[in-house]
């Protein structure tokens, strides 16, 4: 593998966060899948075009923009082996002959210049400890011309998400960044953050449009809070909780699914943004 340079990401996503993200795929397609029209339709994915799809994961969506380039190909790049592997084997068994999988940093991963005509990426790019640096390298993985397209989440209090978690705080310690900017899911909850960091990495006509989609987080609201609470991030709140506290802290998050509870699951409101850019053609 190439160089690391964000080393407590790549420690969490081949430790616990990875491998309950590659045993679980199914469930976390469940939860992000209602964003891959968003992502696909603003990559406007060509027949003939190489697609990069960053921090891939599992590979759903790797897989749905070879599906798009079926003359050309599609390569996901991740940090986490678990996650990796997991994607292989469904393109394997899915008989999808046109993708790869690299295991590698997306901020200092040597891709080859200029290289891909589009960048895709699904909740894999609020992760980097120095985004300019890694936006600004997969700027150069991408022709002249090229596309970015990408979702991120944005802040907590416009998905249900984060007042299911508020739920928690009576319960368990915050997990409370003490920089709204440092890595992690809601990194570039802010738009103008996002224009920032996009035009310092050199991208040209930037676009963050708000959209959203349903979550699917269990078949009810016992199953979804069961799944939400092996989560890393709630993983990590329990690390030194007492039995009581966690038991009350179980039984809270129960409560606060219920109200999303329908007859098909338990489904919440996710709010990302929906972000595009291009690479001068110029360049
Ligand atoms: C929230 S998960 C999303 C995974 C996948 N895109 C999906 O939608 O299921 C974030 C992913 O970004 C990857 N990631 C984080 N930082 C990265 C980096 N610097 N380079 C490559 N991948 C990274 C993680 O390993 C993880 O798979």
Known sequence: MASIVNT????????YEGSHWAEHQDR??????????????AASIGERDRVLDIGCGSGQTTCLAAARATRGRAVGLDLSAPMLRRARETAAREGVGNVSFEQGDAQVHSFPDGWFDVAISRFGVMF????????????????PGGRLAFVCLRDMNSND???????????LPA???????????TSLADPARIREVLTDAEFSNVT????????????????????????????????DAD?????????????????HQQSDGVRLRGAAWQVTATRRSDE
């Open 8 to 15: 407590q990401q790549a420690d969490a996503w081949n430790g």
């Open 28 to 41: 976390y397609d469940a939860v992000n899948s209602g964003f891959n029209e968003h992502l696909l339709s």
């Open 128 to 143: 980097f400890a120095d985004p300019v640096a890694a936006f600004a390298n997969i700027r150069r993985a991408l022709r």
């Open 161 to 171: 998400l984060g007042p299911v978690l508020g739920a928690l705080a009576e319960h």
């Open 175 to 185: 997990l409370v960044p003490t920089d709204p900017h440092e890595p992690g899911p």
């Open 208 to 239: 963050a449009i708000p959209v959203e989609a349903p979550q699917v987080w269990g078949h009810d609201a016992a199953d979804a809070a069961d799944f939400l609470f092996e989560w890393g991030p709630i993983q990590a709140m329990r690390r």
């Open 243 to 259: 039995p009581v506290a966690t038991e009350r802290a179980h039984a809270a998050l129960i409560a606060a699914m219920r109200p």
